[in-house]
């Protein structure tokens, strides 16, 4: 069924956001501040993908660019909405509701100031179950919707149509570079849909499952229980049901750069106990985790670093020397294990040689309730 979300949710939503992100998506706070400064204290209002007519017609909404760009170049705010604006003008239609293209501390919220400042609903779904890099790894093209017509906007309002057909890669080819002619930044809206497609198409309720996830951490700190052991309960219940610790352990090394409009780099981590070398590959987010060069988990699942005390996801440009962290191994959905699904965000389209094998292959278990200190 439908529920109201307000701006006393935010903090807990861009919490569970930012570890579904598993790396990426955008900066938690930034996110939460753009949704605050337009909601006041009135409610959005977030519709159940079952409960959707077949001819709702939504238009989805989002950020694009390299994360390491977006801490440093704070949106204007008004460019979601314009976005929205100029793929309706150019369909000839209005939404009916929009919708996050996938997880993250900004792109969950994105749809979210549109709603905020539009009266539209947002739908509780997207189209990658966590958070990828590019725009043509999604849920919605593998099974059938494709993102073109995109609309991206500028900051200084510059407007922009990109329609490449059913060739979603090319979209996102041409979107990319246009990007990065804005300065690293832009906000998009494409994969225009209806309720039937989105009901075949997406990962369903992942705003939700945010939003429960981030309270779950939150109230267990409050608690002064073990995090971890609520982050895990808190997924069992959903299509996200495996949890397998990878790594404890401090930050020794990150390598980082910004080129081709991503964040790529790599982050290396010592365990707090043994001489294993364990090392975290990213492309805005993470992408594959080896342990002493063995692969132990790997895209589509998610790898969540996290404070290995507090349980506060940190995003790939947050990672710093020194820190202590937490490596989580989440299972994704069925549906995007599938061979259409892998060939689209699978370790090929990474250009990863290890195949797919997931993070519960290896035995998954909720994380020890006791957390040793650095």
Known sequence: MSWLLTAADLPDLARGATLLGTGGGGDPYIGTMLVEGVLGDRAITVLDPDELPDDLFV??????????????KIPAGTEPTLSLRILEEHLGRTADATMPIECGGINSMIPLVVAAETGLPVVDADGMGRAFPELSMETFAVYGVHGSPLALAGERGERVIIDTGDDDRQMEWLARAVTIRLGGVGHIAEYAMTGADVRRTAVPRTLSMALALGRAIRIAREENRPPFAAIADTLSRTLYPHLRELCVGKVIDVERRTTEGFAKGRAVIAPLEGEDVFEIAFQNE?????????VVAIVPDLICVVDHETAEPITTEGLRYGQRVRVLGISTPEMMRTPAALAAFG???FGLDEPFAPVEGEGGSEPPAAVPRA
Do not use: K, S, W
Not at 59 to 72: D, N
């Open 59 to 72: 238009i989805p909404t989002a950020q694009m660019g390299a994360p390491t760009v977006m801490i440093e």
């Open 286 to 294: 993470n992408l594959v985790a080896r342990r002493n060069g063995a």
């Open 347 to 349: 370790p090929g389209a």
